[in-house]
């Protein structure tokens, strides 16, 4: 909030003017000059007075001047001034992302996936692209929406493009582990920047979505392809038959993510396995008799031990999975509700290497190492010796508790207030606020934003496609770009699912919510659809990306060349198609 209060201050001491110095008469010193009224009218004023006169800097020599939003906020004809606003109102619409990216967190956690999951946070998700697009159409006459909603066709294609090819490409760079017969091994990365040996790998769900993505596109190609004719009458139908299709698809995919909510529900899954984690270590660092790991960051074995035979209680030098239960069940897991069974599956299954249904003292050492590495990595921690390992251990639980505090007992009470979330209350008037908040600063910042882009292109004579497809982008997809990063620095083949299945997602909203504001807005506004280069390029990238996903599931160091070239690649390509070509 205190960054809210900041740029709205800033804002407000930036007002619109011009400033005129006061000057002194030549015959007449004892008179001050208002700087308003004209002297010189008579023949002995008739030469030009020696006074100072202040004008607003600028890099341009035209006296053009522009309207300002809502009668109040600051505008301005030049270079540096617009520039100035389109960070300003670039840093609101990024503050509304961040908080409605926020919100919707908290009321998953609160209500689930389902209706929430699947439903309200794919379109909150793409609020700030839309609201953008919206404003860029209904200013002013149709001459005025035609000139600026240029912004809202290179926000869209922008968005699209930074998130599947610079975004997707980081995630593969950041995310990389060693690649053992062609499956990516969590929290290993030793082979560095080898091209084939390192890289990620996904789930086959994670496939879905990107062929899902690649289908997005499918309303972008039914409303170019009459572009090609000559007829007012089928180009107008072919917008009409593109938007009920996008509508079409995007209520499709809503109720498919709604019924089959897979990445709010791999989401909750992997919070709940790193409760499990965080629960167990910090139980068993309280049984200790000792430090868990030697100062020089070794794992203290002969403490080790003495918990293996602590829990071990039929001393048979194996632990059961009644015995872990057992375990479980004096382990506290703060303000979330925990199967207990399940727990103790989770750590059978993460320890028990041989698969013989029991955990010996040499799998007990190797799964304490691993998870300790794992809370480690959480913490971005880059020294790890004994003395600090209740501090890690600490900050990798408060983390957890943090990110997620809803466990779904049954995939039914999608829409019931879950008993494991503390303050439910509290937490969904803290949700609600967040996304009012964030609703608000997009509807009420979209147009200037949208206008100060429209004036540095005045100024610069730099198309307004190109500011809109590289700066806006930043500004409303920032928060989901740092939150798929987030996700990939895990290293693991879960979290490298979620991060490629949330941006899959993301440009799928893109082409489906997006494109019906913008195809409505063309529709019922009679604007000329003239981005046929535009179209080409969201089309060849999300082909592209989406088949490349789709026919795969590991992804080498290599596969980030593609996706960064296909950034440059798509600019290039409008440039010479629209300016070379003459395609617009």
């Known amino acids: 909030m205190s960054r809210l209060l900041l740029l709205l201050s800033i804002l407000i001491l930036c007002g619109h003017g011009h400033v005129h110095g006061r000057y002194n008469l030549p015959d007449q010193s004892d008179l001050i000059s208002d700087g308003v009224r ?49 960070i300003v109102y670039g840093g609101l619409m990024y503050l509304a992302a961040t908080y409605l990216s926020k919100g919707s967190e908290l009321l998953l956690e609160i209500l689930g996936p389902g209706i929430i999951g699947g439903l309200f946070l794919p379109i909150l998700g793409a609020l700030p692209d839309a609201m953008l697009i919206l404003v860029s159409g209904l200013s002013g006459s149709t001459e005025t929406a035609q000139d600026q909603v240029s912004v809202g066709m290179g926000l869209l294609a922008g968005s699209t493009v930074m998130l599947i090819t610079v975004v997707w490409g980081s995630c593969v760079f950041i995310g990389k582990c060693d690649i053992e017969n062609n499956i ?56 009409l038959i593109g938007l009920v299709l996008s509508l079409a698809l995007l209520i499709s995919y809503c109720m498919y993510q709604v019924f089959q909510p897979w990445i709010q529900r791999r989401r909750l899954a992997y919070a ?82 041989s698969h013989d249904s029991q955990i010996s003292l040499r799998e007990f050492k190797a799964g304490i190492q691993k998870w300790l590495n794992e809370a480690k990595h959480a913490g971005n921690s880059t020294s790890y010796s004994g003395s600090r390992t209740e501090k890690i251990l600490d900050d990798f639980h408060e983390q957890t508790k943090k990110e997620h505090q809803l466990i779904v007992r049954g995939e039914e009470q999608s829409d019931e207030v879950v008993e494991g979330v503390d303050n439910p209350k509290k937490t969904s008037i803290k949700a609600g606020l967040m996304l009012l908040a964030g609703t608000l600063i997009a509807a009420a910042f979209a147009d200037p934003l949208v206008d100060a882009v429209d004036n540095f292109s005045d100024a610069t004579s730099i198309p307004t ?69 535009e179209v080409l390029v969201i089309v060849i990238v999300c082909v592209v990306m989406g088949v490349f996903g789709g026919l795969r599931t590991t992804f080498p160091l290599w596969t980030t060349s593609i996706a960064y070239l296909l950034y440059p690649f798509s600019l290039v390509l409008v440039y010479v198609l629209d300016y070379i070509f003459g395609w617009s």
């Open 38 to 86: 004209q002297f010189g009218t008579s023949s002995s004023y008739s030469y030009s007075p020696n006074f100072l006169t202040l004008h607003r800097p600028t890099l341009n020599a035209d006296d053009s001047t522009c309207d300002e939003t809502y009668g109040f906020l600051p505008c301005t004809t030049t270079i540096l001034g617009n520039l100035f606003l389109i």
């Open 184 to 239: 990516a091994v969590d929290n290993k990365d030793t082979k560095k920047l080898s091209l084939t040996g390192s890289g990620v790998t996904t789930d086959t769900l994670t496939k879905y979505s990107a062929i899902i993505m690649a289908v997005s596109v499918i309303p972008f190609i039914v409303v170019q392809l009459p572009q090609l004719l000559s007829s007012t009458y089928l180009r107008q139908l072919a917008v």
């Open 272 to 353: 709940k396995h790193k409760h499990v984690i965080s629960g167990l270590l910090k139980d068993l660092k309280k049984r200790a008799l000792g430090r868990l790991l030697h100062d020089n960051g070794e794992l203290n074995e002969e403490v080790v031990e003495k918990l293996f035979d602590t829990i071990d209680m039929n001393r048979d030098k194996h632990l059961s999975l009644s015995e872990l239960r057992a375990l479980m069940v004096g382990i506290r897991f703060d303000e979330i509700e925990l199967d207990k069974d399940d727990a103790a599956d989770k750590v059978m299954k993460d320890f028990d290497t």
């Open 465 to 533: 496609f190109f500011i809109s497809f590289i700066a806006l982008p930043l500004a409303t997809n920032s928060s989901e770009a740092v939150s798929a990063i987030i996700f990939a620095s895990r290293k693991k083949k879960r979290t490298a699912s979620l991060t490629f299945s949330e941006l899959y997602g993301a440009v799928t909203m893109n082409n489906v919510l997006c494109l019906s504001v913008f195809l409505a807005l063309v529709y019922v506004r009679g604007l000329t659809w003239d981005f046929s280069a």
